[in-house]
């Protein structure tokens, strides 16, 4: 029969309380600091013995040689602490440090799993020799078995009756358990836990995804969670792709304050127009939130994450994916507490364009893309000054790259494609605005629409484009040129006269250099061009 569990967590404006049934889950994610280990503390004392607390501060040393002893004695070891019934688990478990004492259990729980295979070895033993041929139960250690070798399928685990080994497929050389990876260890341990743990309990698991690999954490869970359909889980983590894949309450831990006891500001995970993951991360920042192109890998990314140190930075893709996150989460009411912006690339975007973004919260490169950012004389010289060349090698340098950004224009129909790429943009960003909702037959429509369309002259448009252009290059302009032409191949150009290597190394040793902030000059190189954006 189902169990309920009810606990409260105090918080500054009173007890929150919270209540799961078996075969549930609770999901707590929050930053470092934020009191989540004290937080599992609190569940568990809450909770007393229908509750069983697997620390983030956990040992992981295999020993299948340790002495064995009775299967309640390494029970009650395994869950208090001590092998006598009614050991205090503060004491004796957790040494009276409960949210800071390295949990040393990994002797009982092997302990605990021979105890269970030898009694219920010996019990099915008995009951042959009494002729009876029911099917003998499954031991823990053959549950556990088959789960880890489901999970980690180029290894099998050879279990005798008092000894543990490990194997490759294809291969009969056997070596101790002792000897298995940390996330093999850390996997066997989990699954022992959670098969070892009272019925009709809460598991408590603080930082579920230490040592666990992140292709088979999902799979870890859902394993766990199936098998003891008794039990309830709660998972406190920092890790805001692994909450967001799991089903369950979840709920962000903003802070915690050390007063009366202790106190936590938690709030739910509200629906909004994000994805659950991003929603997590947006309410688990405690910084303003600045959304930009490109992914997590990008040089976007590693730009914007070392030029404004002040924000969380979260890659969104595309340009209309920067915008539409801004507007979504500053007309979301759940999320107005936390301040938002965007940045977008330039794109051709027309003044009226870039003021109305502005007034969204949105700013606007002063380059085509972020790529042509390395082709602006403020960022050139930073870089060339950093590989050691002088005011004359710079100035050759920037006329060199001029000059091969300017052939790279002229060569074939570059320029024309450039220009019709412009065009794209601007009819579409028209029909995009076009408003057709007062109109109420098809004839309304399409005098609507013709009304809204007449006045773009393709022509005309492309002319004017293709005149800045020449203009730029009749001036040698790279700055203008830059916010012109969009051609992620110049970065190549950069890499070859400021470093003498191919774009791939480039990119990779620029992303390095502002990940740790070693060459500050280039990180205020970019700071100047960049725009500013103030929290508000």
């Known amino acids: 029969m189902p169990s309920n569990f009810s606990f409260g967590i105090p918080t500054p404006s009173g007890l929150k309380n919270f209540t799961l049934a078996s075969g549930t889950s609770i999901l707590f994610v929050g930053a470092n600091g934020c009191g989540k280990t004290r937080l599992a503390v609190r569940i568990e004392d809450t909770l007393g013995s229908r509750a069983h607390r697997i620390s983030a501060h956990r040992a992981l040393n295999l020993n299948s040689s340790v002495s064995k002893i009775s299967e309640e004695q390494a029970l009650n070891a395994l869950r208090t602490g001590g092998t006598y019934r009614g050991s205090n688990r503060t004491n004796s478990r957790w040494s009276n440090q409960s949210p800071i004492h390295l949990l040393n259990d990994y ?62 497929v294809g291969d009969n050389i056997q070596y101790p358990a002792r000897e298995m990876s940390d996330g093999e260890r850390a996997i066997f341990y989990l ?20 040592h666990i690999h992140k292709s088979i954490m999902s799979s870890l869970w859902d394993e766990l969670e199936a098998i003891r359909p008794d039990c309830a889980f709660i998972f406190i983590s920092h890790d805001l792709e692994f909450v967001a894949s799991r089903i369950g309450e979840k709920y962000i831990i903003r802070e915690f304050n050390n007063i009366s006891g202790g106190q936590w500001i938690i709030e739910d995970v509200p629906e ?69 912006s965007g940045i977008v690339d330039a794109d051709d975007y027309s003044h009226d364009e870039i003021s109305y973004l ?36 710079l100035v050759t340098i920037l006329q060199q790259m001029t000059n091969d950004v300017i052939s790279d224009i002229q060569h074939g129909n570059n320029l024309e494609k450039v220009i019709t790429r412009y065009c794209r943009r601007r009819i579409d960003r028209l029909l995009k605005k076009i408003d057709l909702s007062s109109a109420s037959t098809v004839a309304d429509i399409a005098t609507e629409y013709t009304a809204e369309t007449s006045a773009l002259d393709i022509v005309t448009i492309a002319t004017a ?36 290597t191919s774009r791939s190394n480039f990119e990779s040793w620029i992303i390095r250099v502002l990940g740790n902030n070693s060459v500050s000059g280039i990180t205020n190189a970019f700071k100047s061009v960049l725009p500013t954006i103030v929290a508000s």
């Open 107 to 168: 002797d009982y729980l092997i302990q605990a799993l021979f105890a269970e295979q030898s009694n219920k070895a010996l019990e099915t033993h008995k009951k042959a020799r009494k002729g009876d041929i029911t099917p003998p139960k499954p031991t823990k250690f053959e549950i556990l078995t088959e789960i880890w070798e489901r999970l980690i399928p180029h290894r099998r685990l050879i279990i005798t009756g008092d000894q543990i080994e490990v194997k490759s």
């Open 191 to 210: 699954i022992g836990q959670t098969l070892c743990t009272v019925d009709n309990s809460v598991l408590i698991i603080d930082e579920p995804e230490l």
């Open 272 to 340: 909004t127009g994000f994805g659950e993951e991003i929603t997590t991360k947006i309410l688990g920042s405690r910084r303003p939130i600045l959304f930009v192109e490109g992914t997590s890998s990008s040089l976007d990314y590693a730009i914007y994450r070392n030029c404004y140190p002040d924000w969380t930075v979260i890659p969104r893709g595309s340009c209309e994916s920067v915008i539409h996150s801004v507007v979504t989460m500053r007309s979301n009411a759940a999320l107005t507490r936390i301040t938002c």
């Open 358 to 393: 502005n007034t969204l919260g949105i700013k606007v490169l002063p380059t085509s893309e972020i790529e042509n950012l390395f082709l602006l004389p403020d960022i050139v010289t930073a870089i060339g000054r950093h590989e050691g060349h002088d005011n004359s090698a």
């Open 465 to 500: 484009q293709e005149t800045k252009i020449n203009n730029c290059i009749t001036n040698r302009d790279i700055t203008g040129l830059m916010s012109l032409y969009d051609n992620k191949g110049l970065l190549a150009i950069a890499a070859r006269h400021l470093r003498a």
